[in-house]
């Protein structure tokens, strides 16, 4: 009887122990930021250290196919004036979920939102409306979009590109020394100067995908986006022609995601690549990623100093002047897509050098928001919501 009680006795202390030290550190939950276990968070925003929006959707529980269930989605928004400690009740945001948020500096807030058509002819098709706010979330306009849309970044008040997906088209590929029919949705890219009044057209690859790999935008008016195991970097010249320069990624590795240094002055773009898999019957897992520097022509070097452990995802990434700080797990498969522990690694010297990470909640952080180099949020499994500063 002693020997059990003192192995009870020891076991609770190791769990007190350990449960303090999970939470010992810079990370802090927040808040549960709506307890409906039907509500899923789509996008973060943070205007500064106070103010924020949460946006999430709601799906109908029914026995439907997958199309059929995404046409009865709600969207929400949520606010907060205290670092997301406290939010608003949810207000509606019509038919869809977010796809994407991006505040214009000095200007108004753009959503994306992604719904299944109703129109006749365009049923069970993805549509797009853009959501505006002239007055920092109070209210919200709709406007549609025209077409799939699926990201905005202005730069400025005048400057920005959107991107989406073009209509469905069938068109000949070439692979190899074979010649073979597609049926996919061509990338689209529009670049405005005059704050969105008018677009003008920016010819891409058709096979290019905006959508698995986001593009990037620096604040001088380059735009960047991968292609293959190629960066394409674009400027617009005074004759207002678009130059692309092709930078060739190191060989075996493959571009999966991009982030601009928006805050720093250089022009320094990151990129995360991807060991290409081995080929058949080898098994096809997620590779070996790397984290790629480039600061301008024939300048892309792997950044030393950090390693991801096989089968790592980023999720997110930032840069703030001198500090960089990257989010992800293992999402190599299904199972690991669920219980895979969240990493953070951040470096507070513009990459020389790296530190390891844990998130008081590990088990997910999408989405993700930040503000200047010192607050990051994260959503966590119970839709709460997990701060560092």
């Not at 406007?143 to 997906?165: M, P, Y």
């Amino acid at each position: 009887m002693p020997v059990t009680v003192l192995v009870v006795l020891a076991s609770l202390i190791l769990l007190v122990w350990g449960w303090l030290q999970w939470h010992k550190g810079p990370w802090k939950i927040l808040s549960e930021i709506d307890p409906d276990p039907k509500v899923e968070f789509d996008q973060l925003l943070f205007l500064d250290e106070e103010r924020g929006y949460a946006f999430g959707h709601t799906m109908p529980d029914t026995g439907q196919d997958a199309t059929e269930r995404w046409r009865g989605v709600e969207a929400w928004v949520y606010t907060t004036t205290d670092g997301g400690v406290h939010w608003q009740t949810k207000k509606p945001l019509g038919s869809g979920y977010i796809f994407a948020v991006n505040k214009v500096p000095e200007g108004p807030i753009f959503l994306v939102q992604r719904f299944i058509g109703k129109v006749k002819g365009k049923e069970g098709e993805w549509q797009v409306s853009i959501r505006v706010s002239e007055d920092e979330g109070a209210t919200w306009s709709k406007r549609d979009a025209g077409w799939d849309q699926i990201g905005w970044k202005f730069l400025d008040s005048s400057r920005g590109f959107c991107w989406g997906n073009g209509p469905w088209t069938t068109r000949t590929s070439l692979r190899g020394d074979q010649v073979g029919l597609v049926r996919d949705q061509p990338p689209i890219l529009y670049y405005t100067e005059n704050g969105s009044e008018t677009w003008e057209r920016i010819d891409v690859p058709p096979d290019v995908s905006f959508q698995t790999g986001p593009p990037a935008a620096h604040p001088g008016g380059s735009f960047f986006y991968l292609h293959e195991n190629k960066l394409i970097h674009l400027t617009r010249e005074p004759d207002r022609r678009w130059r692309e320069e092709i930078e060739e990624l190191p060989s075996s590795l493959t571009g999966s995601m991009l982030y601009a240094d928006t805050y720093g002055k250089n022009r320094t773009v990151w990129i995360i690549a991807n060991e290409l898999p081995p080929p058949p019957p080898a098994p096809q897992d997620i590779a070996q990623a790397h984290l790629l520097r480039w600061d301008g022509p024939g300048k892309i070097e792997m950044v030393p100093g950090l390693s991801f452990p096989t089968g790592f995802m980023v999720d997110a990434m930032f840069v703030s002047e001198s500090v960089i700080t990257i989010v992800g797990a293992n999402y190599s498969d299904t199972l690991a897509s669920i219980f895979a522990p969240v990493a953070i690694y951040q470096s507070k010297n513009g990459g020389k050098s790296w530190r390891w990470e844990k998130p008081a909640m590990r088990e997910q952080a999408r989405p993700i928001a930040f503000w200047g180099p010192r607050h990051m949020w994260a959503m966590g499994m119970g839709n709460r919501l997990q701060h560092r500063e």
